[in-house]
Structures are given as C-alpha cells and as structure tokens.
C-alpha cells in the first residue's frame, strides 16, 4: 500500500507560478512511476504529467506542455509539479497518483492522493 499527501496548492495570479509537492509512504518509491492529474467539478480527471521510475522519462500533456515540470527525489520519496505562467484555466484539484506504469491514463494508477486545490484568478 501507497499513500500519497499532496501540498502547494493555493491562490496564484495569472501568469504567476506554484510548485505541487506529493510525499509518498513506501520504502520502495522507487518501483512506481508517478502522475499528475487534475479535475474540475462536472468533467473527468485530466491527465498532467508523468515521470518514469528514475525520474529520466518524462510525459506531458500538450495544455501544459513548456509550462510545468514534473520531477521526483527518490532519496526523499517526493514528486514535484512546477507550475508556471499559470492560467485560469489551470484551475482544478490536483492529484498525485502512483502505479506500475508509465502512463498518461488515470486506469493504469494505482494509488492516489487526497488532492490539493490551485486556483488561478485572471
């Protein structure tokens, strides 16, 4: 079992930038690719971004795509969401997920965090 606590959300302006962290409890972090996702009220979860067991593959959907980047610290059992030149469209709840795959598809994750809120105001 995987348990997964997101942190970093909040209130941004437009263009502003955030930076999502997501602590995993597991001595083996590292067997687990690791996403972002992200839903707002009424649609489905939307894929983010993923980064492979190593941290040396990385995934993005194309909406954020030279905007965010996604990292992980094996040593520290951490996967970060660098967000920048944020826009109001990027305003959801942001999930971190882990699973046996290296994967854009919500299915193929496993465990997933309890979500962390970022708002941005035009």
């Known amino acids: 079992q995987v348990q997964l606590v997101e942190s970093g959300g909040g209130l941004v302006q437009s263009g502003g930038s955030l930076t999502l962290s997501c602590a995993a409890s597991?001595?083996?972090?590292?067997?687990?690719?690791m996403g972002w996702f992200r839903q707002v009220p009424g649609k489905e979860r939307e894929f983010v971004a993923a980064v492979s067991w190593s941290g040396g593959s990385t995934y993005y959907a194309d909406s954020v795509k030279g905007r965010f980047t996604i990292s992980r610290d094996n040593a520290k059992n951490m996967v970060y969401l660098q967000m920048n030149s944020l826009k109001p469209e990027d305003t959801a709840v942001y999930y971190c997920?882990?699973?046996?795959?290296?994967?854009?598809?919500?299915?193929?994750?496993?465990?997933w965090g309890q979500g962390t809120q970022v708002t941005v105001s035009s």
């Open positions: 597991t001595r083996t972090f590292s067997d687990y690719p």
């Open positions: 997920a882990g699973g046996l795959l290296f994967s854009k598809y919500s299915y193929e994750y496993d465990y």
